[in-house]
Nanobody, 115 residues
Framework: QVQLVESGGGLVQPGGSLRLSCAAS????????MNWYRQAPGKERELVAR???????NYADSVKGRFTISRDGAKNTVYLQMNSLKSEDTAVYFC?????????WGQGTQVTVSS
């Protein structure tokens, strides 16, 4: 079984930055895609960013230009660099790994943007 463990969440002021990490128990290249989702209270879970096995990336319109997804194959880790954070970014952020019909989810890490 694959385990995904998120870290790096916390409290940050508006305009600040955080770097989330998602450490996988195996090679991240065994997955077709690794994504970051987020879910705020009372809202649906939304896709924030994704990176494919080939390295191509996609972002939600709401975070384009502010968030960057990247990976380190040697560390089996995917990152989400979040800059210029807004209160609207407050949510639990989840790491996701998908390969064909198999999907894995991390437990989530809380990001709170507040002054």
């Amino acid at each position: 079984q694959v385990q995904l463990v998120e870290s790096g969440g916390g409290l940050v002021q508006p305009g600040g930055s955080l770097r989330l990490s998602c450490a996988a128990s195996g090679s991240i290249f065994s997955f077709n895609t690794m994504n970051w989702y987020r879910q705020a209270p009372g809202k649906e879970r939304e896709l924030v960013a994704r990176i494919s096995r080939s390295g191509s990336t996609n972002y939600a319109d709401s975070v384009k230009g502010r968030f960057t997804i990247s990976r380190d194959g040697a560390k089996n880790t995917v990152y989400l660099q979040m800059n210029s954070l807004k209160s609207e970014d407050t949510a639990v952020y989840f790491c996701y790994a998908g390969s064909f019909a198999t999907t894995y989810w991390g437990q989530g890490t809380q990001v709170t943007v507040s002054s």
